[in-house]
């Protein structure tokens, strides 16, 4: 079975600082993909970054970068030069190589403090 | 823009009416959809996932009787929540993926319910 696990249900940054959230997972697949989605207070998902399993070098796109560990089975979310726009939900999702159904982690909720 | 639309954003019924939500991939083709679930303050639950022309296929838990899912064309899904009650009542929201390989799923903004 597969899990998403992410430890702080709420995280603080000050605007202009980077801010690591984190997750890891468990999952006996050999091939699979990570993905983080961003939830603002309207409820749509938006989708920020992906890491496949296989590939070697972390994930980056624009502010947002992804901290992958596969021995430790981690995928940590970095985003650089936190802007007040950035406050909102965000969920790890990982999703095996031969399916197509994502599995959720509970998600964190991050606060940019101006 | 947006690639999946989601159609209403929001809707009122009253317990025992009937509702149908729409999810449509935009300029892409979508042979499957995803139908998920959640509730206040928690994480996104699969409900089901919808296959075009064929049934859909239910998350154990899931009524397949009371939210009913159609799959008639590779652009549209709709969820129908049958004889709704107040403990239907969510936020649900699609999603499709539009590349093959990396599999990225695009979400609809949602549709959040309420049953009197």
């Known amino acids: 079975a597969q899990k998403i696990t992410q430890t702080q249900p709420g995280m603080f940054v000050q605007e202009k600082e980077a801010v690591t959230l984190d997750c890891t997972y468990d999952?006996?697949?050999?091939?699979?993909?990570l993905f983080w989605y961003k939830q603002p207070s309207s409820g749509e998902m938006i989708f920020l970054i992906y890491q496949g399993s296989y590939d070697q070098q972390n994930a980056t796109e624009g502010r947002y970068s992804l901290n992958f560990q596969k021995a430790r089975k981690s995928a940590n979310l970095v985003i650089s030069a936190s802007q007040l726009g950035d406050s909102a939900m965000y969920f790890c999702a990982m999703r095996p190589s031969y399916g197509q159904n994502f599995v959720f982690g509970p998600g964190t909720r991050l606060s940019v403090l101006p | 823009g947006a690639v999946v639309s989601q159609h209403p954003s929001w809707v009122i019924c009253k317990s025992g009416t009937s509702v149908k939500i729409e999810c449509r991939s935009l300029?892409?083709?979508?042979?499957?959809m995803f139908w998920y679930r959640q509730f206040p303050k928690q994480s996104l639950m699969l409900m089901a996932t919808s296959n075009e022309g064929s049934k859909a296929t239910y998350e154990q838990g899931v009524e397949k009787d009371k939210f009913l899912i159609n799959h008639a064309s590779l652009t549209l899904s709709t969820l129908t929540v049958t004889s709704a009650h107040p403990e239907d009542s969510s936020f649900y929201i699609c999603?499709?993926?539009?590349?093959?390989?990396?599999?990225?799923?695009?979400f609809g903004a949602g549709t959040r319910l309420s049953v009197l």
């Open positions: 999952t006996s697949d050999p091939s699979y993909g």
């Open positions: 300029d892409f083709q979508a042979t499957t």
């Open positions: 999603s499709a993926s539009r590349e093959v390989a990396k599999n990225i799923q695009y």
